[in-house]
């Protein structure tokens, strides 16, 4: 009898205790993520957000849509939005943020922005990424450089090159690293790798053409005889970059780098922090120079997340990660690996290691030096951004295309094209 009583007084604590671990779970909350970070050091990056949401007790339900530079990531976005599915928190970035906020379809973060006196502690350029119409909409984790020129220090120095400053210097550099059976440039054939490098290319040619023609999309700026002389070159690299040229994730191309068969990449620094991931160490085993051609600017994008309004029971846990964000351990932590600076203004005395500390020196130069990039969304919408990739793409892939040609078809999407800003 005394042994039955026990037993049923286990099995009541044990239903007792079924349903407060089913209470403790449900008041637990967690918050659907979608992002596009795939690769070894973004996951790193997102798994360092994510555990220190979690010692705030707000759980990181991941939804990776894997697609490097976001394509994908935003196309299942826009579809779950459209069934009413919508994750609570989403990478957009750049002026995606002002389009959707536009349309009503993001939560203001004023409370927390004003709480955290983010106006104070964001840097200016930042700031204005993540704002519209005088409210907050996304919060900003790191600024990336796109112009930023990678390259193997043990195959440079074996055959004794300098570290090309322009794209004439390249072409000795890489015709000498071709003649000792080394790939001069690890580069994919994937429509935003190609651009990414183009954009670049352009930005060699001055930033006042860059911004006419991405920014301003001044249809006149599109026969200005730099831009074919910027189509020229992405042509004539083609030589450098193996044969043949394939369409693989960035992240394998870093790998290129890291197994000492590529000496050279021109990418976003998030390639920094997959190289270091990969096990090479900053100066020792590789460096960062400005692309050739660019070393007064600092193409950049900044990756921010926003709060999407579907459900109100998690406002708070959206809140509670946007405010982790900004924080200063949290921004240190997290650009170490991802190869961003941090977005905040006093940054400058935390620990960066050289190539940050240059992008760092470099973007707080000022307004000249910090130009936007048009791949990596920050300066024009989605559907003029796509419709320049494409052409690019096609220009790149099929060499029967002529620059005129190239020229022509970029000027009728600027003069066809609503400008938004
Ligand atoms: C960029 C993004 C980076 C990195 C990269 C490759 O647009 O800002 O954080 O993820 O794409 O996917």
Redesign the pocket.
Known sequence: MKQFNHNTLRKALAAVCLAACATATAGTQSLQVLH??KSAS?RKAVDLIAQRLGEQDVGWHDGVVPS???VGAGIVLRSRMLAKDAPEVAQL?GIVIRDWAQLNLLQELDAVAIAGNWNKLLLPAVASTIEYDGHVYAAPLGV?RINTLFYNRKLLQRLNLPVPATWPEFERVAARLQQAGIVPLAQSSEPWQVATLFETIVLAEGADLYRNLFRQRDAAAYADPRLARALGRLRAIKRWMGSPIRERK?DDSVRELVGNRAAMMVM?D?AKGELVTQGMAVERDFGCAAAPGTERYHLF?V?TLSMLGTHPELRAAQEKLAALVLTPSLQVDYNAI?G?IPVLRNAGHMKMDACARASWKLFNSGAEAQVLSLV??MSTDETVRDAIVAEVHRYFLDDSVTAADTQRRLAAIARTSTKTR
Do not use: A, L, P, Y
Request: avoid cysteine; charged fraction near 25%.
């Open positions: 596009w970070w973004e490097g530079s976001g970035n990336h960035w976003g998030w994008n990756d991802k961003s990596h969304r």
